[in-house]
């Protein structure tokens, strides 16, 4: 396994979710204002599992999604031009063609993939592949815009 471009701690360090909802572990690979790839690795011992199924566990696709802006976050606090300032952050604005592929289960190591395919001001639109072991899982189209908390108070 190659030594990731982000640890956990750097992770942690770029987001601003928290315990239960940090949901990116590492970054493999990042070309600022192209693309990023990032792991989850799914565990029985998360809190979703509790409720989605107690039977039979599968992570929630809300959940997928969520790592999938994650990244999206990272990717887009990395790329000149689109820094993130004190008081920005990202907010998802649109999900077009998701589609939801495989179950990903615990024990799973979750890769997603994001290919930037449009940068406009403050708004990106981003595309996503999440795959297990090689086999995609989900994938889609996200858009996202950058505000602040001071535009939202207003």
Same mark, same amino acid.
């Given at each position: 396994?190659?030594?990731?471009?982000?640890?956990?701690?750097?992770?942690?360090?770029?987001?601003?979710?928290?315990?239960?909802?940090?949901?990116?572990?590492?970054?493999?690979?990042?070309?600022?204002?192209?693309?990023?790839?990032?792991?989850?690795?799914?565990?029985? &011992? $998360?809190?979703? /599992? %509790?409720?989605?199924?107690?039977?039979?566990?599968? *992570?929630?696709?809300?959940?997928? +999604?969520?790592?999938?802006?994650?990244?999206?976050?990272?990717?887009?606090?990395?790329?000149?031009?689109?820094?993130?300032?004190?008081?920005?952050?990202?907010?998802?604005?649109?999900? &077009? $063609?998701?589609? /939801? %592929?495989?179950?990903?289960?615990?024990?799973?190591? *979750?890769?997603?993939?994001?290919? +930037?395919?449009?940068?406009?001001?403050?708004?990106?639109?981003?595309?996503?592949?999440?795959?297990?072991?090689?086999?995609?899982?989900?994938?889609?189209?996200?858009?996202?815009?950058?505000?602040?908390?001071?535009? %939202?108070?207003?």
């Amino acid at each position: 396994m190659t030594k990731p471009v982000m640890t956990f701690e750097e992770v942690r360090a770029a987001l601003k979710q928290r315990f239960p909802m940090l949901m990116v572990d590492s970054v493999i690979s990042l070309e600022p204002g192209k693309s990023i790839r990032t792991t989850k690795n799914v565990t029985g &011992n $998360e809190l979703q /599992f %509790l409720g989605h199924f107690p039977e039979h566990a599968v *992570m929630p696709g809300t959940l997928i +999604v969520e790592a999938i802006g994650q990244s999206a976050s990272i990717l887009f606090s990395k790329t000149t031009g689109t820094g993130m300032q004190p008081g920005e952050f990202l907010v998802l604005g649109a999900i &077009n $063609e998701m589609r /939801f %592929l495989v179950p990903v289960v615990p024990g799973d190591r *979750m890769e997603i993939d994001i290919q +930037v395919l449009k940068f406009i001001e403050d708004f990106a639109l981003i595309e996503a592949v999440a795959t297990v072991d090689g086999t995609p899982v989900a994938r889609g189209k996200l858009g996202f815009a950058r505000r602040s908390l001071q535009a %939202l108070s207003e």
